[in-house]
């Protein structure tokens, strides 16, 4: 079934490519998502289990499929909207469209893989998905953007092979070399532990420009900054959860051997020094694309603290990851609203939003709460979850300088926010026709399903990640 | 003889530092696919037959004719010498010597901690992490985008000569994904870097600066 996929993955993907029609085009991506919902339906009933040499579904992987099956059905619509405002040439739909089918297949090869060696593949398929995605508005700032990305990632990805190779040094001594992830779980307690440290050391610093952490998370902003803000909300949100579950498999096979606390360590640092940037940058910036893209680098650095703490940190970061994946991409599509209607994605150009348009100004302002995790969000919940894992393991200046990040963090999204959503400014000119409220409840109804979450936790999500998480040591 | 290769491969990382004509780059490119393809030919005589070509069409095929012709292509043959390294000459050949040597020594010494099988994959290391070190610093050393590419693709063959030191080989279908992807990431740069020509009159990185904060 795996492979059916993928192939007809692969077909689609070429057919959009050709279709020289803006309706059949959507139509095909409509369709893809469709097809995504039978694989879904296909693996639900049977987690952990393996689908063959090279894939297997396990309840993580199926947790961020559902959250690609959302975000990319999200984005499709709002991408037909994107078009019509836009005009955009047919030629160029075409390419987008294949692109985005292309890019959400090489994530689902991600979640799906059970093999090192795949991963690694559809990591560097994600690369050249994205830069066709991040291209598409044609101009000077798309250009720099996509060479940037492409060439940065592809030095990253670069460096994360030397990283699965480093594995094979380690696996080779102790007789043959199986890069699948039962092979290499079950013999990690005997492989060297300089080996295994240095690949994870390359994985983490390769992988973090998936996930828009320290050290290759430049070309992350830049490319959420220049692309359409659906395809921001893609990078936001699935490609850092690809990105997350890329270190997690390496991080859960080697959880077994005594370089988990040196992991743990690393974990936390990357993290840390991510917060750090991403309070330094969110202070200063004045775009409002990039002041999202900061704030996912910030959440992407608690998810890395609170991982790094074992434990309730564990289920913290991938509830953390659920829900900041559906906040964000509704603040990027509700972006992409804000854009039209002020032709600007300067703060200081935009003023009076829930005024201006009160439905789109709801979805800021509850999506600005929602990412500063104040009551009732249920992102509150999960940093609340990284505090008291953080204090149970005595980490309290730890606990401590991420307390005084994010509150500079929160000040610095507050003072722009706040302006966007309630200050009158001198707007230059408004198009209301940008406006649109079908959008806007779609992104309203993302953020409902965070705030229900946080108010109500309901067992099926609980248990969810922690079947997911109950590989991982206690 | 695969001492041999591996030397000159070192030596030609070595000269890559020194070049400034953009042509002089193809050429070593191609030299370093050959290189390659002896290596591969003498290191994996013993894997099975489909697999040998299959690496060998890698190396030959794609490292020393394809990535060359098509960079030469790109380049039209109008960029003819890069420019504004801010370390240049003799300092940059210095600077990759000891890149080199480093290697080698930090090879060396912790070949008995990490239990390296073989005297011959300390070889393999060196001249690896070298290329990996020698394409960082090739790609951070030059503004031009033509030199950045460069630097990826001798990162690229650093990590192909890593693999060779493990002997054994990922499955084929691993192989093909990996040779595909970075195919194709070579042909996507390829064609960006021509765009890039169209907008910004030369390809200096210098240029890339509208995107900031």
């Not at chain 1, 070429?14 to 369709?31: A, K």
């Not at chain 1, 297997?56 to 992987?61: A, C, E, I, K, N």
């Not at chain 1, 890329?246 to 040196?262: D, K, V």
């Not at chain 2, 060396?108 to 901690?113: M, T």
Request: proline share 2%; hydrophobic share 55%.
């Amino acid at each position: 079934m795996i492979y059916l996929f993928f192939i007809l993955t692969a077909v689609l993907a070429i057919l959009t490519y050709f279709i020289r029609q803006r309706v059949l085009s959507h139509v095909m991506v409509f369709l893809y998502v469709a097809l995504m919902m039978v694989l879904a339906v296909h693996l639900w009933p049977q987690p952990g289990q393996s689908l063959n040499a090279y894939f297997y579904s396990d309840r993580l992987g199926l947790i961020f499929y559902f959250i690609l099956i959302l975000v990319s059905l999200l984005s499709a619509i709002h991408y037909m909207k994107f078009v019509v405002d836009r005009n955009v040439k047919v030629a160029d739909v075409a390419l987008h469209n294949a692109g985005t089918i292309f890019f959400t297949g090489a994530i689902v090869g991600v979640l799906f893989t059970s093999h090192f060696g795949i991963l690694w593949a559809f990591m560097e398929a994600t690369t050249l998905g994205a830069s066709v995605l991040i291209y598409h508005n044609r101009n000077q700032d798309a250009l720099e953007a996509t060479w940037k990305y492409l060439y940065v990632c592809s030095i990253g990805i670069a460096i994360a092979f030397a990283g699965v190779l480093f594995l094979g040094f380690a696996a080779q001594q102790v007789g043959h070399i199986d890069f699948s992830f039962a092979a290499i779980k079950a013999e990690a307690g005997q492989l060297n532990t300089v080996w295994l440290k240095a690949c994870f050391l390359l994985i983490v610093t390769g992988f973090s420009v998936k996930m828009g952490l320290v050290p290759l998370f430049n070309v992350d902003i830049d490319a959420k900054d220049a692309s359409p803000s659906q395809v921001g909300a893609s990078l936001s949100s699935v490609l850092m959860n690809a990105g997350f579950i890329a270190i997690y498999r390496f991080y859960e096979a080697f959880s077994g051997t005594s370089i988990l606390p040196w992991m743990n360590k690393l974990l936390m640092i990357v993290g840390l020094l991510s917060l750090f940037f991403a309070a330094v940058y969110v202070l200063r910036v004045k775009n409002v694309k990039r002041m999202f893209a900061y704030s996912s680098m910030e959440h992407a650095s608690l998810v890395m603290i609170a991982f790094s703490c074992g434990g309730l940190g564990y289920f913290a970061a991938i509830l953390h990851l659920v829900m900041h994946s559906l906040v964000k991409s509704s603040l990027f599509f509700q972006v992409s609203q804000m854009h039209r209607i002020f032709n600007s994605k300067l703060d200081e150009n935009i003023g009076s939003y829930l005024r201006v348009n009160p439905l789109g100004g709801l979805v800021m302002l509850l999506g600005f709460l929602s990412i500063i995790a104040m009551p009732p969000s249920g992102m509150l919940i999960s940093e609340l979850y990284m505090f008291q894992a953080l204090v149970a393991k005595n980490y309290w200046w730890v606990a401590l300088i991420v307390l005084l990040l994010v509150l500079i963090i929160i000040y610095g999204l507050a003072v722009k926010m706040l302006g966007i959503i309630f200050l009158k400014k001198n707007t230059a000119s408004i198009n209301m026709q940008g406006a649109s409220p079908y959008e806007s409840i779609l992104q309203l109804i993302l953020i409902i399903i965070v705030f229900y979450i946080g108010l109500f936790r309901p067992p099926f999500i609980v248990d969810t990640i922690l079947v997911a998480i109950q590989s991982l040591p206690a | 003889m695969i001492n041999f290769f591996i030397v000159l491969f070192i030596v030609s990382l070595i000269y890559l530092s020194k070049v400034e004509m953009v042509k002089s780059y193809f050429m070593l490119m191609a030299m370093q696919g050959i290189l390659l393809f002896g290596l591969a030919y003498f290191e994996l005589k013993e894997i099975d037959l489909v697999h040998l070509l299959f690496i060998l069409l890698e190396t030959l095929v794609f490292k020393a004719i394809f990535v060359p012709l098509f960079l030469q292509r790109v380049t039209k043959n109008r960029i003819h010498r890069h420019h504004n390294a801010p370390i240049k000459g003799y300092y940059s050949v210095l600077i990759t010597a000891v890149i080199v040597i480093g290697c080698f020594m930090i090879s060396y010494e912790i070949h008995d901690e990490l239990t390296i099988n073989a005297d011959h994959q300390v070889k393999y290391f060196t001249a690896a992490i070298s290329s990996i070190l020698v394409g960082l610093f090739i790609a951070i050393n030059n503004r031009d985008l033509i030199t950045h590419l460069i630097g990826y693709l001798v990162i690229e063959n650093g990590i192909f000569l890593l693999s060779l030191g493990l002997g054994a080989e990922m499955p084929m279908f691993v192989n093909s994904a990996i040779l595909l992807d970075i195919f194709t990431s070579v042909l996507i740069m390829g064609i960006f870097f021509n765009k890039m020509k169209d907008y910004f009159q030369n390809a200096d990185s210098g240029q890339l600066s509208q995107l900031k904060d």
